[in-house]
C-alpha cells in the first residue's frame, strides 16, 4: 500500500475498512457517541499473517457478538495459540467485561489485548470493577495512544490517496484524562474525571476532581499530563 494509491483496490481487506468520517466520529475521545465500534486483529500460532475485521453493536453488544462469532465459526484447537487485538470505541460494561473473562477461561490458548477511546460509564461502580476483574485475571487493557491511533488509521481505514500518513490528530489530553482515571479503576481510588453534558448547547464538559489520594498513586507522568501538577523548575 502506497499513499499514492490509498487504501487500494487490490488490498485484501478494503471491504472490511470503515469510512475515514466513520472512524473520527466513533473514536474521537471528545465525542460521546452512543454506539460502539470494534476493530480488532487476530494472529494464530507462529504465523505472522493478520486477519483483521470489524464490528458494531446490534441488539448485542460489539464484544458478545464477537465472542458468539468467534466461537461459532471456528473450532479452536488447543494446542495453536490465539492472539487478539480490539481497539474499542467505548470500553466494556460489567456484564461483557464477565463474558470476555469466560471466554478466556474456556480458551486458555487465547491472549486478548484491548485498547479502547474511551471509558464507558466510568462512576458507575460494576463497570469499574469489571475493567479491573479484567486487568487482574491477565488482560491487558489500555487507552488507546497516538500510536494506536496511527495503526487503525493505516490499517482499518479506506483513506483517500495521499492520506496515508494522516490520522484524526485528537488532543493527547484527552487521551490522558482517560488513563487517569483507567489508573483510578486499577488503584481503587475513587472517580477523578468527571464528564457532563449541557444538551442545549451540546457541549461535552470533562472536568478534573483530584483528592489527595490521586496525588499519592497516580504516575506523575500523567499528573503532569493532565495539568494537575507542575513540572519542577530548573535553575540556572
Known sequence: MTSEKGSSTQDATLRRR????????????????????????IKWGTSHKVWRNLGQNTT??????????F????????SISCSITWFLSWSPCWECSKAIREFLRQHPNVTLVIYVARLFQHMDQRNRQGLKDLILSGITVQIMRVSEYHHCWRNFVSY?????????????????????????????????????????????????????????????????????????????
Open 18 to 41: 470503515i469510512k475515514p468520517w466513520e472512524f473520527e466520529i466513533f473514536f474521537d475521545p471528545r465525542q460521546l457517541r452512543k454506539e460502539t465500534c470494534l476493530l480488532y486483529e
Open 60 to 69: 448485542k453488544h460489539v464484544e458478545v457478538n464477537f465472542i458468539e462469532k
Open 71 to 78: 466461537t461459532s465459526e471456528r473450532k479452536l484447537c488447543p
Open 160 to 236: 483517500s490517496p495521499g492520506e496515508e500518513t494522516y490520522w484524526p490528530r485528537y488532543p493527547p489530553l484527552w487521551m490522558m484524562m482517560y488513563a487517569l482515571e483507567l489508573h483510578c479503576i486499577i488503584l481503587s481510588l475513587p472517580p477523578c474525571l468527571k464528564i457532563s453534558r449541557r444538551c442545549q448547547h451540546q457541549l461535552t464538559l470533562f472536568s478534573l476532581t483530584p483528592q489527595k489520594c490521586h496525588y499519592q498513586m497516580i504516575p506523575p507522568y500523567i499528573l503532569l499530563a493532565t495539568g494537575l501538577i507542575e513540572p519542577p523548575m530548573t535553575w540556572r
